[in-house]
T-cell receptor, first 113, second 113 residues
Framework: NAGVTQTPKFRILKIGQSMTLQCTQD?????MYWYRQDPGMGLKLIYY???????DKGEVPNGYNVSRSTTEDFPLRLELAAPSQTSVYFC????????????FGNGTRLTVT | QQQVKQSPQSLIVQKGGISIINCAYE??????FPWYQQFPGKGPALLIA?????SEKKEGRFTISFNKSAKQFSLHIMDSQPGDSATYFC????????????FGTGTRLLVSP
């Protein structure tokens, strides 16, 4: 059972480049999330989705875009990468119950130089 | 008002000791308080959670204490073991549909052998 799979694990981007962080889950969860984790800052919600075709902004959406064409996949797009986007990115999924645990992937470490 | 304040930032405890991590919140609409555990190179995973209608929840060596009037909750790890060395995040959300967790800034726990 793979759970939540993120690719790539590491990436270095130059300022102004673009990339897509991939996330897929095999638990048939309706809810999916993208968080970024910075040292001493905890996890901040970037975007989330409550089902295929439905996405919404979280706390820190600027500079990112998402799409949700299937239940399984929730890619995060970075356009015109900036040093401030250097972070570790986590994708997560959960069931629809109010106390359903979030299942996180192992993260993508992104450096923008 | 959406913040969850967590302390300490780091903690060193001897094997067999008690680890205590504290969190405080302002938003009285929060009514679900989970703790997530994160090992290096991995995504966070749900450890234990509490609702505000109980003052304490225990699962094995892990206990959440909740003080609704003070708007504080804490994680106690009894008989701490080197395998407990990880980063711990408290979080809070409202039980209204989508689980939009607000995370604390994290506590890095090191249990010395």
């Amino acid at each position: 059972n793979a759970g939540v799979t993120q690719t790539p694990k590491f990436r270095i981007l130059k300022i102004g480049q673009s990339m897509t962080l991939q996330c897929t889950q095999d638990m048939n969860h309706n809810y999916m999330y993208w968080y970024r984790q910075d040292p001493g800052m905890g996890l901040k919600l970037i975007y989330y989705s409550v089902g295929a075709g439905i996405t919404d902004k979280g706390e820190v959406p600027n500079g990112y875009n998402v799409s949700r064409s299937t239940t399984e996949d929730f890619p995060l797009r970075l356009e015109l990468a900036a040093p401030s986007q250097t972070s570790v990115y986590f994708c997560a999924s959960s069931g629809t119950g109010w106390n359903s645990p979030l299942h996180f992937g192992n993260g993508t470490r992104l450096t923008v130089t | 008002q959406q913040q969850v304040k967590q302390s300490p930032q780091s903690l060193i405890v001897q094997k067999g000791g008690i680890s205590i991590i504290n969190c405080a919140y302002e938003n009285t609409a929060f009514d679900y308080f989970p703790w997530y555990q994160q090992f290096p190179g991995k995504g966070p995973a749900l450890l234990i959670a509490i609702r505000p209608d109980v003052s304490e929840k225990k699962e094995g060596r892990f206990t959440i204490s909740f003080n609704k009037s003070a708007k504080q909750f804490s994680l106690h790890i009894m008989d701490s073991q080197p395998g407990d060395s990880a980063t711990y995040f408290c979080a809070a959300s409202m039980r209204t549909g989508f689980q939009k967790l607000v995370f604390g800034t994290g506590t890095r726990l090191l249990v010395s052998p």
